[in-house]
């Protein structure tokens, strides 16, 4: 295009003037930039030729009229600036955009809690931008490029011919000394482009009182969508607005393109992260825990990134407030591992569960700390202080006590997940007192014991954290529960199948006293009776211990009793009723035994296959 030709002072006044606003109806409806470019490049030479007037300082009498001039060109600039921006500007379309980090941590933390589902797939592909609103600039619009700098998405949010335009604009309306109406036009439409697609993303502006006064489980939902939206308005959103400013006002001025970035995003920034600011300082409580390190690793990983976009001398605040909100959640993370620790420590309860099984405190407390093993990496570098336990020589019966020489070249996390079972372990050795009978108190403490083994085992992260040297001295601590029970239990169950008292001397006599051995056999069936009532109602949840138990009793019980009955026998089946006396076979007994530890009482009377 051949450069437009020169025109005088009058001639730039009349085209300003022309185009003044305030004269006629029909020129406050209509805009040069709509229009015909030849009447655009006319216009802006109007402008550039009174600005050279004045700068050039060849106005003396018409100085007035001049600063008039450049007034009404100025006022016309601000509209057509403001038209621009506002014909060119639609919200982005949040649903499809992408974040590669979505597949990150934070979503399989998701996955793991089992609380929410993770981000659908097509919530990571990149879409269009939007439509514009110009039908015949739709297919520009829709196809958006984008500039990769690692995770930040920079897309390109007008489309290049309007940039020209308004730099074209800005450029003259900085050179007159309205750089603050620029910035406050500029401010003003993209703030509200911003506003609506943060009403898109779900980010709602909330007090930090409002959001503390929800209830957790509602503030659960929020963080899963606080995140995926901090993630799309860092690296998408607000540094696709720094990149907008820098293509319109780069080297206009020194500091201009700052200021607009700043005027356009500080308030939806500062109510961004003031969400993420009002969990950090919100009451400490163990389920807040994982959600609390979701929000830390998600601001970890967008740390490098806000710092980036908001590199600025004029954005420091906004950079100092992530930090500081990393910096409380880390504390409040290992604020609640403590306090958890101190919960599970003086968990209050002292009704016995039926049956003898799993204490709901167990379940909860070895699935709190496989999750925490989920979270290892963050926690490796948060958790960085022993546990506070109690001494072995401090003779407090009321704490447990733990030797960390067990443990040298534990970690910090190591330390503490090992004395959360130590103290899991007290407590569970504290409840097991308020059974009455003792055989039931083992049997507790075994399911317990062998239940913290099993999820421990069953956890790859945790199973690494814990170490096989301690999996093994709790294994050793059920089997030795499991031992105790059998002993308080058959050891007097067996004492009736023993010889002793059972022979009498004397000419005249067998040398077995039929009275005594009567006696014994009634003895015995009673006494199983009442252990096959009274365990069958007992519980041992775990099939395959349930099931070694049993093989346990049998291999010490059914040898007794068939080297007794084969012993006696005669002696009992020689005299009157003696069905009375031998009422059960060994395979009745077998029989029996299979309904021990199921958990339902049975029938009052024992099943016998003899008869």
């Not at 959600?291 to 954005?315: G, N, R, T, W």
Request: proline share 3%; charged share 30%; net charge negative.
């Amino acid at each position: 295009m051949e450069p437009p030709e020169s025109i005088t002072l009058d001639a730039a006044e009349k085209i300003i003037l022309r185009w003044d606003s305030t004269a006629s109806e029909e020129t406050r409806d209509r805009l040069i930039f709509e229009g015909d470019r030849r009447e655009v490049d006319q216009y802006l030479q109007a402008v550039d030729e009174i600005q050279r007037s004045m700068s050039a300082a060849t106005i003396s009498d018409g100085d007035c009229k001049v600063n008039s001039t450049i007034q009404i060109a100025m006022a016309r600039l601000e509209d057509e600036f403001r038209s621009i921006l506002i014909s060119n500007t639609s919200p982005l379309e949040t649903d499809s955009l992408i974040d590669s980090s979505f597949s990150t941590h934070s979503s399989l933390i998701t996955e793991h809690s089992g609380e929410f589902e993770e981000y659908p797939e097509d919530e990571r592909v990149l879409g269009q931008v939007g439509e514009s609103p110009k039908a015949g600039e739709s297919s520009s619009r829709a196809s958006a490029s984008y500039r990769s700098t690692n995770s930040i998405r920079e897309l390109d949010l007008i489309p290049a011919e309007a940039i020209d335009d308004l730099r074209c604009i800005a450029e003259r309306m900085i050179s007159a000394g309205y750089l603050r109406e620029c910035v406050q036009v500029y401010g003003s439409v993209r703030k509200s482009a911003v506003d609506s697609s943060f009403r898109r993303l779900g980010v709602e502006n909330l007090s930090i009182g409002d959001i503390q006064r929800r209830e957790w489980d509602v503030l659960e939902v929020k963080i899963r969508r606080w995140i995926r939206a901090a993630k799309v308005c860092v690296r998408i959103l607000f540094a696709s607005e720094k990149r907008l400013c820098e293509q319109i006002f780069k080297g206009l001025d020194t500091t201009i393109d700052d200021a607009c970035f700043i005027e356009t995003v500080k308030g939806p920034a500062i109510q961004l992260f003031k969400f993420a600011e009002a969990i950090s300082i919100s009451r400490r409580t163990p389920e807040k825990l994982f959600k609390m390190l979701d929000l830390h690793d998600a601001l970890l990983d967008l740390l490098p990134d806000i710092d980036a976009v908001f590199e600025s001398e004029l954005s420091e605040s906004i950079r100092i407030q992530a930090a500081e909100i990393l910096s409380r959640l880390a504390e409040a993370a290992r604020g609640i591992l403590s306090e958890f620790e101190n919960a599970v420590l003086s968990e209050p309860s002292k009704v016995p569960v039926p049956g003898g099984t799993i204490h709901p405190l167990t379940r909860y407390v070895m699935n709190y700390i496989n999750l925490i093993s989920d979270y290892k990496q963050t926690l490796i570098e948060l958790i960085v202080s022993k546990p506070s336990t109690g001494s072995r020589y401090s003779g407090d019966q009321t704490m447990p006590d733990m030797d960390f020489a067990e443990f040298e070249g534990r970690t910090p996390l190591a330390l503490h997940l090992i004395w959360i079972i130590v103290i899991l372990q007290f407590n569970v050795e504290g409840k097991s007192k308020c059974y009455r009978d003792n055989a039931l108190a083992h049997l507790f403490i075994m399911n317990n014991v062998h239940y913290i083994v099993q999820k421990a085992k069953g956890s790859e992260e945790l199973r690494e954290i814990i170490g096989d040297d301690y999996l093994k001295k709790l294994t050793w601590k059920y089997q030795q529960a499991a031992t105790s029970y059998q002993r308080t239990t058959w050891v007097r169950v067996l004492y009736c199948l023993r010889d002793e008292g059972l022979h009498v001397s004397g000419s005249f006599s067998s040398g077995v006293s039929k009275s005594a051995l009567r006696e014994r056999f009634k003895a015995f069936n009673a006494m199983f009776e009442e252990v096959h009532r009274t365990q069958a109602m007992w519980h041992v949840p775990d099939s395959q211990l349930r099931e070694e138990l049993r093989i346990s009793i049998t291999e010490k019980l059914l040898p007794a009793y068939r080297s007794f009955l084969g012993r006696f026998r005669s002696h009992i089946e020689s005299g009157r009723h003696p069905e009375n006396y031998i009422k059960y076979s060994a395979d009745d007994l077998e029989t029996a035994v299979l309904d021990f530890f199921e958990g339902y009482p049975v029938s009052q009377h024992l099943r016998r296959r003899s008869q």
